[in-house]
């Protein structure tokens, strides 16, 4: 009896982990792999949440304060939601009080790219995601020392981890 009350409990552990992961049903989604993604927008549209792909693919922004990760101050790492390349950590991350998760500066400067978006009016840098071209957020440079630099990112794209305790 108490083996099956064991089983039990591990199989639904396991059953937890899987629905908790949001990427379990995308191919590309790899925290390891850097090689850079060329997958079509009709292919993302099939695989991610419609939230992640307005912003990520459409180049939406997200309503301010609305987000999971601008007042997350939890230890760890955020991945690309979109593809699992490492991004930013917590340890760039600050209060810009702009209601959108911002860092000054991402985990390598080979993390992302940068071009220049002219939309809205105004001429802004615009992030993307190094390994697979998701619209991230943009950079502006009225951020903190040491670089200046503020990030600001959408946390629709953005997956985080806490780092081990
Ligand atoms: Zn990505």
Not at 65 to 73: A, K, L, Q, S, W
Not at 95 to 112: A, E, K, L
Request: hydrophobic fraction near 30%; glycine fraction near 8%; charged fraction near 20%.
């Amino acid at each position: 009896m108490r083996n099956v009350v064991i089983i039990c409990a591990m199989l639904f552990a396991m059953l937890l982990a899987i629905a908790s992961s949001a990427q379990s049903k995308n191919p590309y989604y790899s925290r390891t792999d850097s090689k850079v993604l060329q997958v079509a927008n009709s292919e993302w549209k099939r695989i991610l949440p419609e939230g992640v792909y307005r912003v990520a693919r459409e180049e939406g922004t997200e309503r301010a304060f609305t987000g999971e990760y601008h007042d997350n101050h939890k230890k760890g790492t955020y991945y690309c939601y979109v593809c699992g390349n490492p991004l930013f950590t917590s340890e760039t991350k600050f209060d810009s009080g702009t209601g959108w998760p911002s860092f000054y500066q991402p985990i390598r400067g080979s993390s992302v790219k940068y071009h220049t978006d002219k939309s809205a009016g105004m001429e802004r840098t615009e992030v993307e995601c190094a390994r697979c071209s998701s619209h991230l957020g943009h950079v502006f440079d009225d951020g903190p020392k040491p670089t200046g630099k503020r990030f600001c990112m959408n946390s629709a794209v953005l997956d985080f981890a806490s780092s081990a305790p």
